[in-house]
């Protein structure tokens, strides 16, 4: 029986594993060609925009040859394909030479800190607010609460960024700006407030989804038999309300990583921070094509790879999600 049970339970995971490999390839591969038609969608010739107006002929072709832009679109498809497979690179740098794939690896760390901080910031803004807007329904403070959201979904990131500059790095002088400090406790104040930033522009929907969950599991006929064997109020809303309620809100946080990494590159440009973010407006402004493409290649796997894995992840935590795939 025990036998029987546990290759039924092998077979379950082997199919659940395959079902996930069969959505995320071709993900995977739309995700490769859209990255590989960046440069060719550019309009005119890529070369000539790379060198400039006051190139020669000669000094184009020589490009066009280096780029393989002088080979047919399908041969330059396979070239590619091969490249970022294999070595899941987009080619050198046309300004330093380097490696695409390790100057993005040098800056990942700092972009990297601040996306798992705003996750952290966001969570710890969103839970309280929206818990207390729950708790009191159609109060006071539900309206505060309900209306300061909608305000934040209003501004620009870029805005929010600069205005606490202003308060906690020029006025109170509380955290540093331009680059990440290297001292004790130092990356950590360096990298504060630009994931602050992020996490107060991606808190609105958060509240929203959070409040509006509570709420209806609030009402569910199990809180009132909780609460009717006199089990504290206390021990209700964080052992079986909050439980109920954070999957939506896990599901929607997942969803808004591609917001969360773009949120992270836009924010690095105006807290001066030299990560990925730097390094992609950089390359646009040189022209540096390889490593555009490698950015967008890098971040569009890893909003693939986060989305599906908070998928399995919600699978896990929720039987009827289980039992439904």
């Known amino acids: 029986m025990t036998t029987t049970s546990g290759r039924s339970t092998a077979a379950r995971v082997a199919t659940a594993l395959g079902l996930l490999v069969a959505r995320v390839v071709p993900v995977m591969f739309g995700v490769v060609v859209a990255v590989f038609f960046l440069l060719r969608l550019v309009p005119g010739d890529p070369a000539a925009m790379i060198l400039g107006d006051r190139a020669t002929p000669e000094s184009i072709a020589a490009l066009r040859a280096e780029l393989g832009l002088d080979q047919t679109l399908w041969n330059q498809f396979v070239a590619f394909l091969t490249q970022v497979v294999t070595q899941f690179d987009t080619g ?36 309280p607010l929206a818990l207390l807007a729950a708790l009191r329904k ?52 360096s990298l504060f407030l630009p994931a602050l ?13 959070l409040r509006t969950q509570l709420i209806e599991v609030l009402g569910a006929d199990f809180v009132t038999t909780l609460r009717a ?22 599901t929607l946080l997942s969803v808004n990583t591609a ?60 039987p009827r999600l289980r039992v439904a795939r």
């Open 92 to 127: 050198d740098s046309l300004v330093t030479g380097q490696s695409t794939r390790d100057m993005i690896l040098a800056k990942a760390p700092v972009s990297l800190g601040i996306v798992l901080l705003a996750v952290l910031l966001a969570v710890l803004i969103a839970v």
């Open 259 to 318: 917001y969360l990494i773009g949120g992270t590159l836009v924010v690095e440009k105006v807290f001066g921070i030299n990560g990925i973010g730097t390094l992609l407006f950089t390359s646009i402004s040189n022209r540096d094509f390889p490593v555009v493409q490698g950015i967008a290649l890098y971040c569009a796997v890893a909003v693939v790879l986060v989305t599906t894995l908070a998928g399995v992840l919600s699978a896990l935590l929720d």
């Open 138 to 189: 159609d109060g006071w403070i539900d309206h505060v609460i309900r209306v300061l959201p909608t305000i934040g979904m209003g501004m620009p990131l870029f805005w929010i960024g600069l205005l606490l500059i202003i308060l906690f790095a020029v006025e109170l002088g509380w955290f540093p700006v331009g680059d990440v400090g290297t001292g004790p406790g130092e990356p950590l104040r």
């Open 229 to 250: 064997a006199r089990i504290p109020e206390r021990r209700v809303v964080t052992r079986h309300v909050l439980r109920g309620a954070a999957l939506p809100t896990f």
């Open 197 to 209: 930033a992020v996490a107060l522009s991606m808190s609105p929907p958060l509240i929203r989804s």
